[in-house]
């Protein structure tokens, strides 16, 4: 698979692997298929994998640990900190500071099983501590070897450009689809602008946008998403027509909706690199074949018209899940 780069100096393949609904959050979890779908990344190419301590907590990074442990594959890590989770539930409250950052990290590091983190994401921004105080403390970490790269999450523009003046910030992961362009209204053109790498999470709108869930019926018991506004049954009937135009292209284009979404955001940049989720071999196999798609400008336009007219009904997330989004 082709590279790209991501700050100065990191180099991944250009679709990274969301790791995260191998724990939790889209359905039952399958460790076995999980650790086989981690495989098959590596045969692809895919060698930027991404997780969170929260995920699971703690089951997503203890999965990735024993695969690293099995198969000693080059693959770049990031994960995550800052996201305080109450045992079995989603309720959270955020932490920023110095102190939790080294005690986040040194657990990350074990259930990982690796010496040194590739990308150190803060999950979520709390307003009430200066991301002056948290970049310090990050800065630490990075001396003392504990991790090499600093990235932010749903991070507003005016809070990267301080957090950057304190230390080059290699990547933003913020939610970043066809049906989710609020980053385009500052923060991709801050990254632009400051060199600083972009990673769209939910790119595939956690599964809408490939034309799948078109009911709430058809998600599992416990699936996170039924909770989403965006998923409620009210707003379905009004999201299901993106999904549809998005097919319809995809038609055109001799490619797969999924394929289709993830080759748009390949083409809004070159420090782009997407992280669809997935559980299973064949949608990994569908979406590793989406960075050999270019998209001509014309394609691009008429895709991004035909798209942005429609409403999107519901927010992303519930009010819990707002918590420190764009902050
Ligand atoms: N920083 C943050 O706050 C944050 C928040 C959310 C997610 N993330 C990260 O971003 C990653 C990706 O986001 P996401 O998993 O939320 O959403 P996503 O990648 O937009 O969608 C994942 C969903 O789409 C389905 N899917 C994947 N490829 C498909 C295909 N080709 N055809 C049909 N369905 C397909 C998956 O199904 P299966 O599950 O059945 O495979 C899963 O239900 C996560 O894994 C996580 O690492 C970060």
Same mark, same amino acid.
């Not at 150190?120 to 501590?129: L, M, Q």
């Not at 939610?175 to 053109?189: F, K, Q």
């Given at each position: 698979m082709n590279k790209r780069t991501l700050g100065n100096d990191l180099s991944v393949s250009a679709i990274g692997l969301g790791c995260m609904g191998m724990s939790e959050f889209y359905g039952p979890r399958d460790d076995s298929e999980s650790l086989r779908v981690l495989a098959r990344a590596v045969e692809l190419g895919i060698d930027f994998f991404d997780t969170a301590d929260m995920y699971g907590p703690h089951h997503n990074e203890e999965l990735i640990g024993r695969f690293l442990a099995r198969n000693k594959p080059q693959v770049r890590i990031a994960t995550k900190f800052g996201i305080v989770r109450n045992p079995g539930e989603y309720r959270r409250s955020l932490d920023n500071s110095a102190n939790y950052a080294r005690s986040a990290c040194e657990a990350s590091l074990?259930?990982?099983?690796?010496?040194?983190?590739?990308?150190?994401?803060?999950?979520?921004?709390?307003?009430? &501590?200066?991301?002056?105080? *948290?970049? $310090?403390?990050?800065?630490?970490?990075i001396k003392a070897g504990k991790i090499a790269r600093i990235g932010l999450c749903e991070v507003s523009a005016d809070t990267l450009r301080r957090a950057h003046a304190i230390h080059p910030i290699t990547a933003v992961q913020t &939610?970043?689809?066809?049906? *989710?362009? $609020?980053?385009?209204?500052?923060?991709?053109?801050t990254c632009h602008e400051l060199g600083i790498g972009f990673v769209p999470y939910s790119p595939l709108g956690r599964g809408f946008l490939t034309g799948r869930f078109q009911d709430t019926a058809e998600l599992s018991e416990g699936d996170f998403r039924t909770k989403l506004p965006r998923f409620a049954e009210g707003a379905l009937g009004t999201n299901r027509r993106i999904a549809e135009v998005i097919a319809e292209m995809a038609v055109q284009k001799g490619c797969s909706p999924a394929q289709l979404s993830l080759a748009w955001l390949l083409s809004k940049g070159p420090n782009i690199v997407p992280i669809p989720g997935t559980k299973q071999l064949r949608y990994l196999d569908e979406n590793a074949a989406a960075a050999?798609?270019?998209?001509?400008?014309?394609?691009?336009?008429?895709?991004?018209?035909?798209?942005?007219?429609?409403?999107?009904?519901?927010?992303r997330y519930t009010v819990e899940g707002m918590k420190g989004v764009n902050a």
């Open positions: 074990r259930r990982l099983g690796v010496e040194q983190i590739d990308l150190y994401y803060v999950h979520r921004i709390n307003p009430d &501590e200066p991301i002056e105080e *948290t970049i $310090d403390g990050l800065v630490s970490l &939610e970043y689809s066809l049906w *989710t362009r $609020d980053v385009e209204r500052d923060v991709l053109s050999q798609i270019t998209l001509s400008i014309e394609e691009q336009q008429q895709l991004e018209s035909a798209t942005e007219r429609l409403p999107v009904v519901g927010e």
